[in-house]
C-alpha cells in the first residue's frame, strides 16, 4: 500500500514537473522601441539598437525563436506579467522596487546617468543645492525619475511617457536640465535637435545595471538567459556588440 | 487594502484630485463664455460669421483631445521664439495653461453645439407669441426663448462635464500631476493596480456628485412645468 501511494506520488510529481519545465524553443521578448540607441525603430520600421542585438544573440545561444513586442514604458512590466511576452530586453535597470514584482537575469550593461542642459545654461554644479529653483525632467517610471524624486526634494520635475518628450520640452526651454542614461543623452546631443544642449556636471553611476526581466515563475528562463549572456561575452559576440554601438566597454562583471 | 501605499500616495492622490477639479471648473466656465457667442455665430444670418463658426465646432469635434493637447503643448514649445516675442511663453511653458487652453477651446465647441440645440428646440410658438405682444427680438431672446433653451440644455450641459472630467485625464501625459498623473507615479513606483481601482473610486464619486447635483437643479428648475 505504501509503495502504491509513493509511486502514486511519484507519478504525480513527475507530470508536475512536466508541467513546471516550460519550453522555451520560442521566446517572445517585449521591448519599448523608443530608446536609442538601445530600442528603436529604424526608417524601415524594424527595432534596432543594443538591447535588441543581445537580445538576438542569447536567443541564438539558447537555440529559440525570439519574436519581438514593442510596449509602452509604463506598461512594460504589467504585460510582461499579463504574459504578452515572456522577457523584456529593454534597457531596465535592476532596482529592488522592480525586483519585488519581476525577476533579472544577471545584468547585460551597465551605464552611469548624466544631467543634460541648453548650452551656456552656467550649470556646472548638479547637486540639489546648485540647482536650487530649476525645473527637472525625466522619463517617468525609470530609474532617473525615482533619483530625481528622492534626491531632489521640493523641485518642480517633469515625468514624460518617453524621453522624446523629456528633449522636446529641454530644447524648448521648458526645463532647465533633464536626467537620463548618459549614453543615451549622448546618441541625441548628436541630432540636430540635440545642438542645443550638453552634459552638465559629472557622471551619477545608478542601480546595479541592466538586465532581462522575466516573470517571477520563470526562474528557469531567467537562469538560461543569464547564462547565455555569459556565453556570448565569453565567444567574443558580446564584445562585438558593443563596439557596434560604443567606443567604450559597458559590460558589468 | 494596501496600506503602507495609500499611506504614501493617497494626500499626492486627494491633491491631484484637486488639481483635475481646477482644470474641469476653469475650463468648464471659460467654455461656457467662449460657446455662447460660437453658437450665436452658428446661428446668424451672416454666412460668413456662420461659416467660420461652424468650420471651428467641425474641426474641435472631429480631432480627439489628446491630438489637440498634444498640438498645443508641443506646438507652443516649437514656437518659443515667436511666443517670447509677444511675451506670451511665461503662459505656454506652463503645462497647466497649456492644458485649460486645451480644454477650453475644446469644450466651448461642444457647449455650443448644446446651446445651439437648445436654441432651436424651444417651440416657435413661444417667440411667435411674444412677438404678438409687441416685445422687440432682444427681449423674446431674453425673457422667452433663453430661460427655456437653459433648461433644456441642463441634461446634456451635465453630460459634457462628466466627459470633461474624464477627459481631462489626458493632461497627466503632458507632465500635470492631476489625479490621473498621480496615480500613474504610485502605479510605477509600486507597481500595485490598487492605485487605479482607487483613481477609478474618485472619479466615480466626482461623476455621481455632479449626477445628483443634477437631478436637484433639473427637479427645482422644472417645478413650474411639473403637474402636481
Redo the contacts between chains.
Keep these: 500500500m505504501l509503495k502504491k501511494l509513493a509511486l502514486a506520488a511519484a507519478a504525480f510529481l513527475a507530470i508536475a514537473a512536466q508541467a513546471e519545465a516550460k519550453d522555451w524553443s520560442k521566446i517572445r521578448i517585449g521591448t519599448e522601441g523608443a530608446y536609442p540607441p538601445f530600442n528603436f525603430f529604424d526608417s524601415d520600421k524594424q527595432l534596432q539598437g543594443f538591447d535588441i542585438d543581445i537580445a538576438k544573440a542569447v536567443c541564438d545561444k539558447l537555440k529559440a525563436e525570439c519574436t519581438f513586442v514593442a510596449q509602452d514604458w ?1 506598461g512594460i ?2 504585460a510582461l506579467q499579463a504574459g504578452k511576452f515572456d522577457a523584456i530586453f529593454a534597457s531596465m535597470s535592476i532596482t529592488d ?2 525586483k ?2 519581476v525577476d533579472f537575469s544577471r545584468p547585460y550593461y551597465n551605464t552611469p546617468s548624466a544631467f543634460i542642459a541648453a548650452k551656456g545654461s552656467g550649470i556646472t554644479d548638479v547637486s540639489a543645492d546648485a540647482l536650487k529653483g530649476k525645473t527637472l ?1 525625466a522619463q ?2 525609470t530609474i532617473q ?2 533619483y530625481l524624486e528622492q534626491n531632489y526634494p521640493g523641485f518642480e520635475l ?4 518617453t524621453q522624446d ?1 523629456v528633449y ?2 529641454l ?4 526645463i532647465d536640465a533633464l536626467f537620463v542614461d548618459k549614453v543615451v543623452g549622448l546618441d541625441w546631443l548628436k541630432t540636430t535637435d540635440g545642438g542645443c544642449c550638453e552634459v552638465v556636471g559629472k557622471d551619477i553611476p545608478l542601480g546595479g545595471g541592466v538586465g532581462a526581466a522575466v516573470r517571477k515563475d520563470d526562474a528557469d528562463l531567467r537562469d538560461a538567459i543569464s547564462k547565455a549572456i555569459l556565453e556570448i561575452k565569453a565567444d567574443g559576440t558580446y564584445d562585438k556588440l558593443n563596439a557596434k554601438y560604443f567606443p567604450f566597454s559597458i559590460w558589468i562583471d | 487594502m494596501n496600506f503602507e501605499v495609500l499611506q504614501e500616495y493617497g494626500p499626492r492622490m486627494l491633491a491631484g484630485l484637486v488639481v483635475t477639479l481646477e482644470l474641469v471648473a476653469i475650463s468648464i466656465v471659460c467654455g461656457a463664455l467662449l460657446a455662447v457667442p460660437i453658437a450665436l455665430g452658428r446661428m446668424s444670418r451672416n454666412k460668413l460669421v456662420s461659416r467660420i463658426a461652424f468650420a471651428y465646432v467641425y474641426a474641435v469635434r472631429g480631432t480627439p483631445l489628446l491630438a489637440q493637447t498634444f498640438l498645443v503643448y ?1 506646438g ?3 514656437f ?1 521664439p515667436e511666443l517670447q516675442a509677444v511675451g506670451l511663453w511665461w503662459l505656454f ?1 506652463d ?1 497647466f495653461f497649456c492644458c485649460v487652453l486645451t480644454f477650453t477651446l475644446n469644450t466651448a465647441a461642444y457647449q455650443a453645439e448644446i446651446y445651439r440645440g437648445a436654441i432651436l428646440a424651444v417651440p416657435r410658438g413661444q417667440s411667435e407669441a411674444a412677438m404678438s405682444l409687441g416685445l422687440t427680438p432682444r427681449a423674446i431672446f431674453r425673457m422667452v426663448v433663453a430661460p427655456q433653451a437653459m433648461l433644456l440644455a441642463l441634461r446634456p450641459l451635465g453630460n459634457e462635464i462628466i466627459l470633461m472630467i474624464k477627459g481631462s485625464s489626458v493632461a497627466a ?1 503632458v ?1 500635470v500631476f492631476d489625479l490621473m498623473g498621480v496615480t ?2 504610485a ?5 500595485d ?1 490598487q492605485v487605479y481601482l482607487w483613481a477609478a473610486v474618485l472619479y466615480l464619486v466626482m461623476v455621481e456628485i455632479i449626477r445628483r447635483v443634477w437631478d436637484h437643479l433639473e427637479h427645482r428648475l422644472t417645478r413650474h412645468i411639473r403637474h402636481a
Design positions: 509604463d512590466i504589467p522596487e522592480r519585488k514584482v525632467g517617468s517610471s525619475s525615482g517633469k515625468l514624460y511617457p518628450e522636446l520640452d530644447a524648448s526651454g521648458r | 508641443y507652443a514649445g516649437q518659443r511653458k503645462a501625459i507632465t500613474r507615479l502605479y510605477s513606483r509600486t507597481f493596480f
